[in-house]
């Protein structure tokens, strides 16, 4: 997903988001050292700690959470 909620087009915001999906060179640099060892991952865990959030994949959309989901959240505190 490109250009959703919390993020900005202009670059001296602090939510920028860049040109378009993947423009950013520290963001290439992230995708192509995955990519390169997809095989080798079984889960990938990014912090963000600019907003103080822990994101889940279901943070972006209005889809329904899963069953499970006051279990992950419960371990986080």
């Known amino acids: ?3 959703v909620a919390d993020s900005s087009p202009r670059p001296c915001s602090a939510q920028y988001r860049g040109e378009e999906a993947e423009s950013e060179l520290e963001v290439q640099s992230i995708v192509r ?7 080798r991952f079984i889960a990938f865990i990014t912090y963000h700690s600019y907003g103080e959030r822990i ?3 279901w943070d972006h959309s209005k889809q329904l959470l ?3 989901h006051g279990d992950l959240v419960r371990s986080l505190v």
Do not use: E, G, V, Y
Not at 33 to 39: K, P, Q, V
């Open 66 to 68: 899963p069953d499970d």
């Open 55 to 57: 994101l889940t994949r």
């Open 1 to 3: 997903m490109f250009d």
């Open 33 to 39: 050292f995955l990519t390169s060892r997809a095989s």
